[in-house]
Nanobody, 120 residues
Framework: QVQLVESGGGLVQAGGSLRLSCAAS????????VRWYRQAPGKQRELVAF??????DYVDSVKGRFTISRDNAKTTVYLQMNSLKAEDTAVYYC???????????????WGQGTQVTVSS
């Protein structure tokens, strides 16, 4: 019953910025980890960044340019993307391990994806 909704994608020129959002809704007790993936045409899906209670990390190609963060309600995660390059063009997906209500287990959920296109 948990739904992840992604937004914020679009067309931007090289060197520009975008902020992606991943909003979780439903009967959420705890979100353990949120990840951002991306997949460019003809390429494999890759993990871009993740955030947990105490850690964040990034793939080397975006370090120093992208920042993952979480709001105070802990139901929305953002990916701030600065200094965008043409090679950042991809569909970006969020992924979260969510504990629902009184459930003892985590379920992995995916958003629908949002297109990021960087022109050069």
């Amino acid at each position: 019953q948990v739904q992840l909704v992604e937004s914020g994608g679009g067309l931007v020129q090289a060197g520009g910025s975008l902020r992606l959002s991943c909003a979780a809704s439903g009967s959420i007790f705890r979100i353990n980890i949120v990840r951002w993936y991306r997949q460019a045409p003809g390429k494999q899906r890759e993990l871009v960044a993740f955030i947990t209670e105490g850690n964040t990390d990034y793939v080397d190609s975006v370090k120093g340019r992208f920042t993952i963060s979480r709001d105070n309600a802990k139901t929305t995660v953002y990916l701030q993307m600065n200094s965008l390059k043409a090679e950042d063009t991809a569909v970006y997906y969020c992924n979260a391990d969510v504990q629902e209500g009184s459930s003892r287990s985590y379920r992995t959920n995916w958003g629908q994806g949002t297109q990021v296109t960087v022109s050069s």
